[in-house]
């Protein structure tokens, strides 16, 4: 039986791990916040596939009661500066354990590689829209797909162990041997609808593509990107950033999740999404005057 710790009891780890335990696999799920009532209650999955409740295996509130080994340790955490991973896990990992790293942004994967460097790295990138509605309701919205990859090397047999499990639960799954690449096609939305949903004061994706300054903004956002993907060996498709619009354009009128914990009065992902894609660019001396201004603005808000 596989065994996974599960470290973010949010939307994304909820969601994701539940789909694991739809198919048999012993979820432990380490929540702070919400432990009383998940405890008690479980998780409550909304889909607009079919809304289903998630019971896990075991819940904990303090990392120090665990006892067990795991087989992955999924870590579903925003992309903060203030939560250190290794700190979180150094006591918890085996030397066989593999950590899955299902978090936004670009070259967020190197400070758990560096402490951890005997245990493989999974590297996962959600294309969802999921959202926590309330206590111990998780809402989704929209896709689920999943792409994942073995950080540094190509795709391993763990890799597509868990990919098998994911299908099975009726998760659409890409495995890749080059998951950075994946990660600045990732970055190349994210990176421009999500800063600017909070710049623009509460736009969501479709007010951003009906005013045509807005529109311009998010073009050379991403152009942008696209420069610097470049530099790092990552050669995006020129069609990209028409795709993403056309896309976009296609989809529910959607707050991103930057503007989101912005309302809430949370902590946004500014660094891992913008912060890093403009201290490489700084490495490379590079100049990215779009990234660089939507990030001063947001920084300072």
Known sequence: MTKILVIGAGAIGSFYSAKLAQVGVKITLWCRSDYDFIKKNGIKIESYEGDFQFI?????????????????????????????????????????TKIILIQNGIHIEKNIAENFPNNELISAI??????????????????????????????????????????????????????????????????AFNPLSVVLHGKNTTEILNSDLALNLVKNIMNEICN?????????????????????????????????DFEAGRQMEVEAILGNAIKFAQSKSITTPYLSTIYAIITNY
């Open 228 to 260: 610097l993907a470049k530099i790092d060996n990552c050669e995006l498709p020129a069609e990209i950033i028409e795709k993403n619009i056309v896309a976009t354009k296609k989809m529910k009128p959607y707050k991103t999740s930057m503007l989101l």
């Open 56 to 96: 896990p295996h075991k819940i904990i509130e303090n990392l120090h009661e665990i006892d067990d080994e795991f087989d992955y340790i999924l870590i579903a955490t925003k992309a903060l500066p203030s939560i250190d991973i290794p700190v979180l896990i150094k006591n918890i990992l085996k030397p066989k």
């Open 126 to 191: 959600a294309f969802i829209g999921v959202s926590r509605k309330s206590l111990g309701v998780i809402c989704h919205q929209e896709y689920g797909k999943i792409i994942i990859g073995t950080y540094g090397a190509k795709a391993s047999d763990a890799v597509h162990f868990l990919e098998n499990l994911w299908k099975k639960s009726g998760i659409e799954v890409l495995v890749t041997d080059e998951i950075l690449l994946e990660r600045w096609k990732k970055l190349v939305w994210n990176g």
